[in-house]
């Protein structure tokens, strides 16, 4: 399976009681194998299945602590 790598960033700001953060997971979008799963017993025919990493990812978070 081919290599990949990811990015990701986050920033936040904390004020009192009330947490927001910004975060972004795989800022490249890029495009992953995780694994290859196949019935073959020699492990060479092609795959049934493939898992892939997750899109790129969007959020945001707010926290709040009540008291």
Known sequence: ?????TVALRAGLN??????????????NAYGMLQL???????YGPPL????????TVGL???AQFK
Do not use: F, H
């Not at 399976?1 to 790598?5: L, Q």
């Open 15 to 28: 004020r009192g009681d009330v947490s927001i953060e910004a975060y972004v997971k795989n800022l490249q």
């Open 37 to 43: 799963v196949s019935q073959v017993r020699n492990g």
């Open 1 to 5: 399976m081919p290599g990949y790598s």
């Open 61 to 63: 978070s707010i926290t």
């Open 49 to 56: 299945a493939a898992s892939v990493i997750a899109p790129r």
